[in-house]
């Protein structure tokens, strides 16, 4: 993984600076007391990451961060927490507050690295036109369907036809398409999750996972499919916003 670190505190560089090193698989490209000079290694370098202080003399991070053209992942640090919701809604990965610590920055570097690996999936269109199953990942040649306890007896489900599954204590409640009663199973998501593949199911909430291919609009902090709102959660924004594009 391949960064840079931008902080107009040389002190708060080193901090990183050590912490990536710690990390034994993250290369820093640069680091810079001013943002404007980070430009030129940006547009020649394929990064991976930025780290981006918000409060520094000669432009604000997050202005800065929002006027680069594809920018990489970047993770906002700063000594300041009332800049999260602002940061967050540029798809920040994390939000740093200084001083940093270690486990902290590994959680983040953790995130950035489920997102970068979602972003080097390859994207097949399928035989159906659906954009997020490929032919490369071995959960999309699964035979297209799976079964659930539902009462007394072991229901078949076809992947496609699940349109997203909402948590209710100790159930699930499985939403498909042409039905408006839910199927009901005893099951944690931790288990169905392991039954879906990753490449068309994500969990956008503590409550919610949904079929990426149902979607039929994204709000700022919700999606919509077939006229049922549902909400996305604050720690999966970072995650999901990425995967479409966002």
Do not use: W
Request: with cysteine; glycine share 6%; net charge neutral.
């Amino acid at each position: 993984m391949k960064c840079i670190i931008i902080d107009d505190e040389p002190l708060a560089i080193d901090v990183l600076s050590d912490y990536c090193k710690k990390m034994g698989f993250i290369v820093v490209a640069g680091t810079f007391t001013n943002p404007l000079d980070a430009i030129s290694t940006i547009k020649e370098e394929k990064l991976d990451l930025i780290f981006c202080d918000i409060e520094m003399p000669q432009i604000n991070g997050i202005d800065f961060i929002g006027s680069l053209d594809n920018s990489p992942l970047f993770v906002f640090t700063t000594a300041y927490s009332q800049y999260a919701v602002e940061g967050f809604n540029l798809n920040a990965i994390d939000y740093l507050v200084k001083p940093i610590p270690y486990p902290r920055f590994i959680k983040a570097i953790s995130r950035a690295k489920e997102v970068l690996s979602y972003q080097q999936r390859p994207i097949d269109l399928g035989a159906h036109g659906n954009v997020f199953p490929s032919h490369g990942d071995p959960a999309a040649s699964s035979p297209g369907f799976i079964f659930v306890k539902a009462e007394y007896e072991s229901v078949k489900i076809n992947l496609d036809d699940i349109e997203y599954i909402q948590g209710l204590k100790d159930y699930l409640k499985i939403h498909v398409k042409g039905t408006n009663k839910a199927i009901l199973t005893l099951m944690s998501f931790k288990e169905i999750l392991g039954k879906l593949p990753p490449n068309q199911f994500f969990r956008v909430h503590k409550s919610f996972v949904v079929n990426l291919n149902c979607i039929k609009t994204v709000q700022r902090n919700r999606i919509v499919i077939h006229d049922i709102r549902i909400p996305i959660g604050e720690s999966y924004r970072a995650s999901f916003f990425p995967i479409l594009g966002l």
